[in-house]
């Protein structure tokens, strides 16, 4: 008897250039570009394409799934039902199911053609590739994968205004935490970096980017113990989150700080944690 695992990769939070998704047969990987959008939209349509690429040894036979959605109080994806200012209402795809040989790229084209005028500020949707069931497969356990891409659409007129509430260190878990209220239309997001110093040994916001820049294969100067980017899940119009960041501490017998470093809607935020 054959048992089903669903395996779901949203892209929609993520800001990379290509998203790939690794299962269970090695290299086993597909592949999709771009993995997020972020368009104008108004009264006339407007047309994009997501490639995605079969990197796994076998064919993979997918069908496409477009939903009105949220962030729930935990950051976590949620389906909304559709209504007239959604933009999955508005959005044709083509093909909305295919077959990618081992290797090859399948190119799905998506048109958004608002049906009435839309509301000023955001409009969001998520695309689904969900992978269907191998009838080459008889048996044993087979992993299939749900592969989201967002798409936000942007009416006039646009108001950014997000304000950082505060940033605060756990240093028992290991968790940075960034309180943002944003009071606009449209969703933002913390933009930058963190970074770990032995006390007294911060060189200042100015240097930060020759050290967060670090080569890979060079010695870190012993006053520099790490960095890494912070975690850009978007707040969404109207809401206040506190945005969760998780990083390696230093041994114990180390004193260090943390800088953060970055942008909210284009503001600067230079934060120094003891």
Known sequence: MKRIVTLTLLLLLSVFQWGTLFAEDPPGQVAVSPAMFELNIGSKPVNESIRIKNLKKNPVTLKVEVYNWTLDEQNKLKILPPDSQSLDQWMIINPVSFTIDPGNEQVIRFSIRPRTLPNPGEHRAVIYFA??????????????????????????????????????????????KVD??????????????????????????KSIGSY????????RPEWFLGSGSMNN????AGQRRTITTK????????????????????????KILQ
């Open 233 to 236: 899940t978007p707040v969404l």
């Open 212 to 219: 967060t820049n670090w080569p890979r294969d060079k010695k």
């Open 180 to 205: 943002i209220q944003n009071s606009g239309n449209v969703h933002t997001r913390l933009k930058g970096e963190y970074a770990l110093w032995k006390k007294d040994g911060f060189p200042g916001f």
């Open 131 to 176: 992978e269907q069931l191998s009838p080459t497969n008889p048996g044993g356990v087979e992993i299939l994968f749900k592969l989201g891409v967002g798409v936000y659409g942007y009416a006039e007129k646009i108001q950014r205004a997000a304000s950082l509430q505060g940033v605060s260190l756990d240093r028992a878990s290991g968790t940075l």
């Open 247 to 270: 990083f390696d501490p230093p041994d114990k017998n180390t004193g260090y700080i943390i800088t953060v470093s970055g942008t909210i809607d284009g503001k600067k935020i230079e």
